[in-house]
């Protein structure tokens, strides 16, 4: 494999290098630029429109970080989960992993990464033959509009950056439809971005949520090959609860009811210049 150096941009002065081999390229029919590298460090990771959405080496910490933490916040065990994106399978195998659950929607809107990451990451991903999920081929918005009103106890959204057919997951009509499906205690989860390069993704998420959600956190969680902690915007339906703290324990290879407590605790410049606290 030839190996050349890759660079992600992350602004006009700034980027990460890899020194990579290229697996996979294709221009998907969503219109998404998807590739795939190896680099001797990270492993396997795929790149979605220039970013890195995971590797192979840390992905664990993200995948169960946007879903146990919703899970042990909850206040009693989910039975129906709804998953927006996805599409590697990271999100679904965390799931598979806890016992309960009993229906598990999915609407991923590019057929193209989950049939790449099946191909060539099939190892970090869930059963896609679990009679209790129902895979569809959908945009996340219109996913929402169709299903019906209080069916789900927890809804996570594993989006990409608000780029291109994410756009329309940063919404105030789109969080305005999590509302709708969820049961009158349910939680919704969705990554929102790194806050030290692109504090206007959380922002964003932030205010509009806290326009539609009566109860509405922000955790982080350090992704090290993201290169700075990573943001998740958590909604609650029920203003009552008293916090979002871990009602049961998990333990994850990342993931702990300390960890969960900790992700919570969020930096000074995070709630002034971002949140306005």
Not at 26 to 49: I, K, S, Y
Not at 80 to 102: C, T
Not at 229 to 242: C, N, Q, R, T, Y
Request: hydrophobic share 40%; net charge negative.
């Amino acid at each position: 494999m030839t190996r050349y150096w890759w660079r992600e941009h992350l602004g006009r002065d700034y980027g990460h290098a890899y020194r990579v081999g290229l697996i996979y390229e294709e221009r998907t029919p969503a219109g998404q630029h998807l590739q795939v590298f190896h680099n001797p460090f990270w492993g396997r990771f795929v790149v979605l429109d220039g970013i890195v959405q995971f590797t192979e080496r840390d992905e664990f910490v993200y995948h169960e970080t946007i879903v146990f933490t919703p899970v042990a916040a909850l206040p009693e065990p989910p039975a129906s989960v709804l998953i927006i994106g996805g599409g590697d399978g990271g999100v679904l195998r965390e799931l598979q992993k806890l016992s309960g659950i009993e229906r598990i929607v999915q609407a991923e809107l590019d057929l193209s990464v989950f049939e790449v990451c099946q191909k060539y990451l099939r190892e970090i991903s869930g059963d896609y033959g679990d009679p209790r999920l129902d895979f569809r081929v959908r945009d996340g918005l219109a996913a929402v509009e169709e299903l019906p009103a209080e069916s789900f106890d927890l809804v996570i959204v594993d989006c990409t950056d608000p780029v291109g057919p994410a756009r329309s997951l940063y919404t105030a009509e789109f969080y305005h439809g999590l509302f709708r499906v969820l049961k009158p205690r349910g939680l919704f989860i969705q990554q929102a971005s790194l806050p030290g390069f692109f504090p206007d993704i959380l922002r964003k998420a932030y205010r509009l949520s806290t326009g539609v959600f009566p109860k509405v956190a922000v955790l982080r969680a350090m992704v090290p090959c993201y290169g700075d902690e990573i943001a998740f915007v958590l909604g609650s339906k029920a203003p009552e609860e008293e916090d979002f703290g871990p009602k049961r324990e998990i333990f994850g290879r990342h993931y702990s009811p300390e960890i969960h407590r900790a992700s919570l605790a969020l930096p000074e410049w995070w709630k002034r210049e971002i949140l306005e606290f």
